[in-house]
Each structure stands twice: as C-alpha cells, then as structure tokens.
C-alpha cells in the first residue's frame, strides 16, 4: 500500500533522517554499524539522536532514555546506545516511529540527524538515506521468505535503499574477490562490506582469569562463541535467544560451573547491560567483549555519500 501510494510516509525536513535496516529477521549487525554512525556523526560534533522500536521493553510509548532507565524500560540496544554514548546523543524509543519523532522535535529542537534503527520495513517514516545490511554467510539473494527462510519481506525490497552494506564478512580473505560482493556490485547500488572487531575482556566484576564461560543471546551467537574459542580457554557456552530477558533461574547452571572451574563469565555488551543488574552477578568474576563494526571495501565512498546527511549544514534545514 505504501509502494502503491494508498499509505503515505511522513518525511521530517527540519532534520535528516538515516535508517539501518535489513530485510532478514536478525542477525544481521545492525547495532555495530549503528554505533560505528553514532562515532562518526560524534567526531563531526553533530547533535544527534536514536530512535528505534526498543524491542523486547516493558514500557509502552514514546520514552526519552534518562538516568533511571534500565534494558527493561529501553529494550538492550537502545539501552546500550545510552550506557554507551550517555548525554552525548539522545535516545528515544516508540513503537510508532512517528511518534517518536515528534516527540523529539519537541523536546530536542537542537538534534539535527536521527539515526533509525532496525526501520527499513517501518514505512510510515521516509528517511532521507537507508542502508540495507545482509550478512556474507546469508545474503538476502540467497535467502527465502518466513518461513522457508529468513526474510521478512521480498527479495526486491533492497531497491528502496540508498547503500547496500554486505556485513559480518571474513577478514582473513580479500572480500572483493568472494562470489557475494561480485553479486552485490551488479545491483547498481552503493555497496561495501564490512566485518566485525573484538576487542579484550572488560572485566564488569572480579578478576580476568584463564577459563572462561561463554554466555551470549545475540541473533546469532556463533561467531561470538567461535571468537572465544579462538582466543582463550572455554570451558563451555550458554546460547540464548535474541533479546532475552534474563532472570537469575536462567543463570544457575552457568554461575555453579563458573565457581566449580574457577572460571570467568564473558558474555556480549548487549547482554552486559542486562546482566549487571542480577544479584546472583554481584559476587563472581564476569565481564563483556566490546564489539566493533570495520569495513574492508567501500569505506571512502560510503563516508561520501553518507556524510551530507549525516553533518547537514544547518542552513539546508527548513525550520518549522
């Protein structure tokens, strides 16, 4: 209905409005590149916002991040970008992303780029550039719809995005070479490829030890177990969905094997952000591994062609 034009998509003109998406139900490394958005436009000295759906709350509405907040009021991500990045950007959640823009022309006239999260099939809005993300082991040429695959929406939908961005891609080899970015450069897109960086162990409680146990409730946890694996002394790991809301049942198991092997807890900073409330997490060793999107093709032009929207000059705007 939106394609046909029956539903209209509200565009916001006082600001500039960037949308990271996909077309599968996860997994995709969407909060990377998100946060690698939110470094850059910081570096630029923009004021900006995020605004996503705050998936997995227990709030309703429009809510503005505070200090009182936790994961359950913001959802993780959202959560994240706010323990992250703090007064520095503002963050917003609403299930009806209109609402959460209103909100924010209300209450922060001076934000001047908003970043969407996870809104490609979010239509009412119209942003002003979208990314699309697929990842190299599944892209979304090769992927089906619900529920024969992943996708939650046709194969064409990549059409209606300004970038096209092939992520979680191997850094060992030269992506430029491998069949998908060949596919992905006939589509007539702006195109790149990225991967993903871990960084060291921060310990959240106790001291960094030799064995580690591996707890992660990402859309996919293998490459972060796979990680681990590579780089330290796993003793086991603990898969959880996506976006779990954890309670101190779901973690006995995983604290009685870490005091029985001496070992250390290491999970994700999306589940870190969830976990350090638990009080059966006050009293053993844990920690998280950051996690960094890089690109590996296509930085320069990408960079390019995002930055007038994402370090607009303030007298491009349309003040209402």
Known sequence: ????????????????????????????????????????????????????????????????????????????????????????????????RVEGMTAIRAHFPDVRVVILDDAFQHRALKPDYSLLLTPFHLPFWKDYLLPAGRLREARSGFRRADALILTKCPHAQDVRESDGWKTLTEMEHLCAATSVRYGDIISMQGKTKSQVIAVAGLADNRPFFSFLEANYSVVACFSFPDHKRYQATDLEEVVQLAVAREAMIVTTFKDAVKLKDLPIFQTISWGYVPIETYFLAGEEEFLKNVTPFLNPSTESFDHP
């Open 1 to 96: 209905m939106y394609d046909v034009g029956i539903f209209a998509s509200r565009h916001f003109s006082e600001v500039r409005i960037i949308s990271v998406g996909n077309l599968s139900v996860g997994g995709t490394g969407k909060t990377p590149m998100v946060e690698y958005l939110i470094r850059k436009g910081l570096d630029m000295h923009v004021s900006l916002a995020v605004l996503s759906r705050g998936y997995g709350r227990t709030t309703k509405g429009v809510r503005i991040a505070s200090p009182v907040d936790t994961a359950q009021d913001l959802g993780d991500e959202s959560f994240g970008y706010y323990a992250q990045f703090g007064e520095r950007i503002r963050v917003v959640v609403a299930e009806r």
